[in-house]
């Protein structure tokens, strides 16, 4: 596979793992990995990159979220969606460092579109989210914990 494939794969897979697709982008990350054929910091920015702007999207449909609730391709349920904003309530922006999280991330994603967070506090958390995650999974990989 080509460095532009691997590395093209690795930010499709990222991003929909954050978004309507359940994708499992830690196994593409560790895959690649393996194969020692890619630098390592390229894969990890490439796999923080694409899931940070996949949660974006969750971001500006929660923007938008009374108009596309009731879709089927809506990447969260309501139940989600009101334990999500239920959590946001509580803890506030801080929350959205779980939005690595399976099962929670991206409902807090998703409420914090709908609760207008700024923009830019939204993002800056959730890439250290993002990234940490993938540095964890890159330290596993290569047995570093």
Same mark, same amino acid.
């Given at each position: 596979?080509? /460095? ?5 794969? &690795?930010?499709? *897979?990222? @991003?929909? /793992? ?13 895959? &690649?990995?393996?194969? #020692? #054929? ?8 490439? +796999? ?25 391709? @809506?990447? *969260?349920? !309501? ?23 399976? @099962?929670?991330? #991206? !409902? %807090?994603?998703?409420?914090?579109? *709908? %609760? ?5 506090? @939204?993002?800056?958390? *959730? /890439?250290? +989210? ?16």
């Amino acid at each position: 596979m080509s /460095a532009a494939g691997a590395y093209g794969g &690795l930010f499709l *897979v990222s @991003f929909l /793992a954050a978004t309507i697709l359940p994708a499992q982008s830690e196994i593409g990350l560790a895959g &690649l990995i393996l194969t #020692d #054929d890619h630098d390592l910091w390229v894969l990890i920015l490439v +796999a923080s990159l694409g899931n940070t702007l996949g949660a974006v999207v969750n971001w500006l449909l929660g923007r938008g979220v009374e108009r596309f609730s009731d879709r089927k391709w @809506f990447p *969260v349920s !309501p139940k989600q969606l009101d334990r999500a904003t239920g959590w946001y309530h509580r803890y506030g922006r801080w929350s959205l460092l779980l939005s690595w999280a399976p @099962f929670v991330g #991206d !409902p %807090l994603t998703l409420a914090a579109g *709908v %609760l207008r967070e700024p923009f830019w506090s @939204f993002l800056i958390l *959730v /890439a250290v +989210a993002k990234t940490g995650r993938y540095l964890v999974v890159a330290a596993l990989t290569l047995n570093w914990m």
